[in-house]
């Protein structure tokens, strides 16, 4: 779990997880979105995929990029966890203002 939170220490690497939220993205439509060289942002690809948070796929000449949601979501109850919060259960979601 280290390693993803090593990972999102980083606003390079948040900003590029917040890109694939909305699909896979080549990497070259990733780094258009950068002002950084295109080494740089291979480094930021390289922790982001040892962290497990993306998954990667080739695609002719092309590397498309994928978020990997399950390992954001485990970092999120970690998160809570250490807060001492609980993670909401999806399967009872209770409203505002409404007590047990």
Known sequence: MSD?????????????????QKGPLSAGD????FDISKPTLSGH????K?????????????IIYRLNM?????????????AGAEAPDPANPISEGESS
């Open 4 to 20: 993803v939170f090593d990972a999102l220490a980083h606003p390079v690497r948040r900003k590029i997880l917040k890109l694939l």
């Open 30 to 33: 990733l780094a258009a979105s």
């Open 45 to 48: 690809f390289a922790v982001l």
């Open 50 to 62: 040892a962290a497990d948070l993306v998954h990667t796929e080739r695609q002719g000449t092309s």
């Open 70 to 82: 399950s390992v954001l979501e485990e970092a999120m109850a970690a998160l809570m966890s250490i």
